[in-house]
């Protein structure tokens, strides 16, 4: 079982540009969120996609959009990039949609905008 | 006033101590709790997942829940230098997506350093 996977591992942009972020869930998961966490805080929600919809949403920008796929793995975009979105972005998964259950976490997407 | 509080240490102790680490919460609707352990640089790991009120043991860990002080604990016992890293409280209530919840929330985490 490979667990979550995220890709890339690391990513350095400049102001104003946009990124995209992918995220493959633990075998038999359906349920992708996605987390930032900036540096020595703990993770804050962005969003948590199930049967490819967007379903809950954290206090993020409209610049942050995301998307499933039918096989599950997940992407997030952010446009428009601002110094302050530097961070590690975590994809957490699980099984069947409800926000109690278990959460597994990917090693993470660290984002640098210069 | 943040919904979670956690001290963000570093909280440094020798190998073989016993470990207790805290969260503190405001919000009464939170049902599900979750301790997760980091490494730097790394994603988070779940290491207790609990329902409620109580306890839940786990090898060397011990989660406890106290809904009615809304404080939550993990005991680490015979710690070891392996088990430096940061832990990270989280926590959710019970809602099924509709809009208006929050994810998981997250305390700061706290830097726990095991002294060989």
């Known amino acids: 079982d490979a667990g979550v996977t995220q890709s890339p591992t690391h990513l350095i942009k400049t102001r104003g540009q946009q990124v995209t972020l992918r995220c493959s869930p633990k075998s038999g998961h359906d349920t992708v969120s996605w987390y930032q966490q900036a540096l020595g805080q703990g993770p804050q929600f962005i969003f948590q996609y199930y049967e490819e919809e967007e379903r809950q949403r954290g206090n993020f920008p409209d610049r942050f959009s995301g998307h499933q796929f039918p096989n599950y793995s997940s992407e997030l975009n952010v446009n428009a990039l601002l110094l302050g979105d530097s961070a590690l972005y975590l994809c957490?998964?699980?099984?069947?949609?409800?926000?109690?259950?278990?959460?597994?976490f990917g090693p993470g997407t660290r984002l640098t905008v210069l | 006033q943040k919904e979670v509080e956690q001290d963000p240490g570093p909280l440094s102790v020798p190998e073989g101590a016993i470990v207790s680490l805290n969260c503190t919460y405001s919000n009464s609707a939170f049902q599900y709790f979750m301790w997760y352990r980091q490494y730097s640089r790394k994603g988070p790991e779940l290491l207790m997942y609990?329902?409620?009120?109580g306890n839940k043991e786990d090898g060397r860990f011990t989660a406890q829940v106290d809904k009615s002080s809304k404080y939550i604990s993990l005991f680490i016992r015979d710690s070891q230098p392996s088990d430096s890293a940061t832990y990270l409280c989280a926590m959710s209530a019970q809602e099924l997506g509709g809009g208006g919840a929050d994810g998981l929330t997250f305390g700061k985490g706290t830097h726990l350093i095991i002294q060989p």
């Open positions: 957490a998964s699980s099984a069947g949609g409800a926000m109690s259950d278990e959460q597994f």
């Open positions: 609990t329902y409620s009120s």
